[in-house]
């Protein structure tokens, strides 16, 4: 089992990160990092680190553009799924909903459905 390094060398490489220079490298590493660290290290780094206005902004913008390109991967998927599958997911629709009837009619007694 691998040991990861200190909370400190942790904190350090993300603090690096988030404080590079130039925007792209903070915007393309720090949330894939974060991704990649137990929730209540990057809590505790959070609650550290990300106490100044100018380090909580680029946090920010760096959680957005993670999530705009998660959304527009999301958003294509979805579409070319829906273009291309829409025949075939009514017909699976269709074919489980006859099943499903057909296991409940075998469970519920017949003069029992519509009681209701």
Same mark, same amino acid.
Request: hydrophobic share 45%; charged share 20%.
């Given at each position: 089992?691998?040991?990861?390094?200190?909370?400190?060398?942790?904190?350090?490489?993300?603090?690096?990160?988030?404080?590079?220079?130039?925007?792209?490298?903070?915007?393309?590493?720090?949330?894939?990092?974060?991704?990649?660290? !137990? %929730?209540?290290?990057?809590?505790?780094?959070?609650?550290?680190?990300?106490?100044?206005?100018?380090? *909580?902004?680029? @946090? #920010? +913008?760096?959680?957005?553009?993670?999530?705009?390109?998660?959304?527009?991967?999301?958003?294509?998927?979805?579409?070319?799924?829906? !273009? %291309?599958?829409?025949?075939?997911?009514?017909?699976?629709?269709?074919?489980?909903?006859?099943?499903? *009837?057909?296991? @409940? #009619? +075998?469970?519920?007694?017949?003069?029992?459905?519509?009681?209701?």
């Amino acid at each position: 089992m691998q040991r990861l390094p200190s909370n400190t060398i942790i904190f350090m490489a993300l603090n690096n990160i988030l404080d590079h220079l130039s925007n792209i490298i903070a915007e393309k590493y720090l949330i894939s990092s974060l991704s990649k660290i !137990e %929730e209540d290290i990057v809590i505790q780094w959070m609650q550290l680190h990300l106490n100044d206005e100018k380090r *909580l902004s680029k @946090f #920010c +913008q760096c959680l957005r553009i993670e999530i705009d390109v998660y959304s527009g991967i999301f958003q294509y998927l979805s579409t070319k799924v829906c !273009e %291309e599958q829409w025949e075939l997911v009514i017909y699976l629709t269709r074919f489980l909903t006859k099943i499903c *009837l057909f296991v @409940f #009619c +075998q469970i519920v007694p017949v003069h029992l459905i519509f009681i209701v």
